[in-house]
Nanobody, 123 residues
Framework: QVQLVESGGGLVQAGGSLRLSCAAS????????MAWFRRAPGKEREFVAA????????YYAVSVKGRFTISRDNAKNTLYLQMNSLKPEDTAVYYC????????????????WGQGTQVTVSS
């Protein structure tokens, strides 16, 4: 199992940027895909972006494509999410997740989750 800790959330005005980080520890010697999900107030957790172990493959939700960039530094065991042109509808708790195997967008596939970091975008 991999332990995950997110950081970098906060309050930002619409149009602004934030960079989230997710530090991994534990069985980091295993190859695993990683992803970001988010849960807005009163809504289900939804997929945001995912990246393969090597980082050559990425996938984004339509709502964030072109504004968010997922990346990873395996030497530092850290996952990132660069969020630009933020909108009020991006307000949510953002979670990172990891799973051994290929990139996936399904919540149920991921076995390791962080505690989440709050992102609030004001209009």
């Amino acid at each position: 199992q991999v332990q995950l800790v997110e950081s970098g959330g906060g309050l930002v005005q619409a149009g602004g940027s934030l960079r989230l980080s997710c530090a991994a520890s534990g069985r980091t010697s295993s190859t695993y895909a990683m992803a970001w999900f988010r849960r807005a107030p009163g809504k289900e957790r939804e997929f945001v972006a995912a990246i393969s172990w090597i980082g050559g493959s990425t996938y984004y939700a339509v709502s964030v494509k072109g504004r968010f960039t997922i990346s990873r530094d395996n030497a530092k065991n850290t996952l990132y999410l660069q969020m630009n042109s933020l909108k009020p509808e991006d307000t949510a708790v953002y979670y990172c997740a990891a799973q051994p195997g290929a990139l996936d967008i399904a919540t149920t596939i991921y076995g390791s989750w962080g505690q989440g970091t709050q992102v609030t975008v004001s209009s």
